[in-house]
């Protein structure tokens, strides 16, 4: 196994005093893709809020490159090497596509210039759009976007909250296709998706979650020949 | 047609734009109108004159001093009373917001009393061409307005910090994320509006009288500007204000000069009921 690029150990997080994820560890390595399954309200969203810094968590470890980053508000973690694309709300719908990589690589704005024609680059059909208020996109130019924005500052580790949620058939599939070149570019990611089969298939490992717990965790490919997995997340999609 | 009523309809537009734009800023990153603007605005129109008249300093320096002065306080008030309260409903902090307006004008009014007062400025005559009349500070006001809004649309379309202040407007929650620092972008904010309610002040000193209702009676025609260009947008406040104050001047010419202010509310019961995101904006206003 490659070196961890981020661990996360023993973590407890909630709203409140509800506690909502309890006793997670995972590790993803270096340019590996990592796919979190479960039914609703399993607390995978939660669980990436935390990982972000966006929720704070309350107990346990969430180490990014080895640095300790849990305590840690959201915009500290922003340029730690970690970049964060939530499931919801994930452009600023009142900024151009251009304004929105430049919000992306507001840490380092001097190198803004150069990781926006790079990001151009990575995703050419961004470029005539460059002007256009991100409101007026599509679903999955938006989506886009979001990537385009969460690479601006190069991470080593991408979290993705269900990024083919609400796309169309045939969006689903490209969406997929970009999560995998992103990953070719050595951006290990680690992604939350209801579309079980879809996203295992593109990952390499896999985790299940339930009631806020991790209940099954292993290489993606074994979790899709797995008799309970398929029953319970892929029964209906094969 | 009455050239006369183009000029008030200006006149009138450049007192109000500056301050729907900074209205509309606000709401942008506090999501409540905040009505307390008129006390602000007070506030502003007595700083400039106690520097300018009690003090003795040249009225340019006197606005810079208001200005100054009411972007600390509008600061203070968001760092003591509303922030406290972001949890409540728009409503609750709606209503503490004309609290506070209330609060500052009998402050106000415990130090000047409530006697109508002027800067320190010569008398001129008015301007007259094609059969209207300007006055020296009328044309002041509509030059400093223009290059107001031209430098708040360069600050907010090209500059960092600027476009920072669209995205937490936008989306905190995202922005955070991105690293800004919502908080201090929220507070330069405040500043920012701040100064241009000291500044909105000192105009309506120079245009109207310096009293502590100053700022309350341009409170309604401020709102009625942002909601006609949609609130949240502050470039529609600028042609919201130049439509209400053309809309007001119409009204003078068949209705007693009383009714102008009905204008205002007028408009905002129309847009509220029938279109609450204003001509040109996207954001609205929860009833
Ligand atoms: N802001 C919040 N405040 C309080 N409780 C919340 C909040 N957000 C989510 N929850 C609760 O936390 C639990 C887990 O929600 P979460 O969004 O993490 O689930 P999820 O696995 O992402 O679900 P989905 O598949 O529907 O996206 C749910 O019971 C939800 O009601
Ligand atoms: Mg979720």
């Known amino acids: ?238 | 047609m009455n050239l006369q009523i183009f000029v008030n309809a200006l006149v009138n537009a450049a007192l109000i734009a500056p301050p729907a734009m900074a209205f509309s800023l606000l709401f942008g990153v506090l999501k409540f109108p905040n009505f307390a603007i008129g006390g602000y605005i007070t506030l502003g129109a007595f700083a400039a004159y106690t520097f300018n008249v009690p003090l003795g300093l040249p009225l340019p320096l006197a606005t810079l001093g208001a200005m100054l002065f009411t972007g600390f306080v509008v600061w203070l008030a968001h760092v003591w009373v509303f922030k406290p309260m972001q949890d409540q409903s728009a409503v609750t902090l709606l209503v503490v917001s004309i609290a506070l307006t209330l609060i500052l004008e009998s402050v106000v009014r415990l130090f000047f009393s409530a006697d109508v007062r002027g800067f320190d400025i010569p008398l001129e005559r008015p301007w007259k061409f094609w059969g209207a009349r300007i006055t020296r500070e009328q044309v002041e006001i509509i030059a400093c307005a223009v290059v107001l809004a031209t430098g708040l649309h360069v600050l907010l379309r090209h500059t960092r910090i600027g476009r920072a202040m669209r995205a937490v407007a936008d989306n905190p929650m995202l922005a955070a994320i991105r690293g800004v620092d919502a908080a201090k972008i929220t507070a330069l904010t405040t500043v920012l509006c701040g100064a241009i309610f000291g500044l909105t002040g000192v105009f309506a000193g120079l245009d109207l009288v310096i009293e502590p209702l100053v700022g309350w009676n341009l409170t309604i025609p401020i709102f009625a500007a942002a909601i006609l260009g949609g609130i949240g947008s502050p470039y529609g406040a600028i042609l919201g204000a130049l439509l209400l104050g053309l809309a007001e001047e119409l009204t003078i010419l068949v209705l007693p000069s009383t009714y102008k202010i009905a204008v205002g509310f007028v408009i905002i019961a129309i847009f509220l009921l029938l279109r609450p995101q204003g001509l040109f904006g996207t954001a609205e206003i929860k009833k």
Request: aromatic residues 4%.
């Open chain 1, 1 to 238: 196994m490659t070196e961890a690029i981020l661990s996360v150990a023993g973590l407890r997080s909630g709203y409140g005093r509800t506690v909502i994820c309890d006793d997670i560890s995972l590790q993803v390595s270096a340019g590996q893709i990592t796919c979190i399954i479960g039914p609703n309200g399993a607390g995978k969203s939660t669980l990436l809020k935390t990982i972000a810094g966006v929720v704070s968590a309350i107990d346990g470890s969430i180490r990014v490159a080895g640095v300790e980053m849990a305590g840690l508000p959201a915009a500290r973690v922003a340029g730690s090497g970690m970049a964060y694309v939530p499931q919801e709300a994930n452009v600023f719908r009142a900024l151009t596509t251009h304004e929105n990589l430049a919000m992306g690589g507001w840490q380092d704005e001097g190198r803004t210039q150069a990781a926006r024609d790079r990001v151009y680059d990575m995703f050419p059909d961004l470029q005539p759009l460059a002007r256009v208020p991100a409101g007026n996109l599509s679903g999955g130019q938006r989506q886009m976007v979001a990537f385009g924005m969460a690479l601006m500052l190069e991470p080593q580790v991408l979290l993705l909250d269900e990024p083919s949620a609400g796309l169309s058939p045939l969006m689903v599939g490209e969406m997929f296709e970009t999560v995998r070149r992103v990953n070719a570019e050595g951006v290990a990611i680690l992604m939350v998706e209801q579309n079980a089969l879809q996203g295992l298939k593109t990952a390499h490992e896999g985790i299940v979650m339930a009631a806020g717990r991790i209940a099954m965790q292993g290489a993606a490919s074994e979790l899709l020949n797995s008799a309970d997995v398929s029953e319970l997340y892929l029964g209906s999609r094969i």
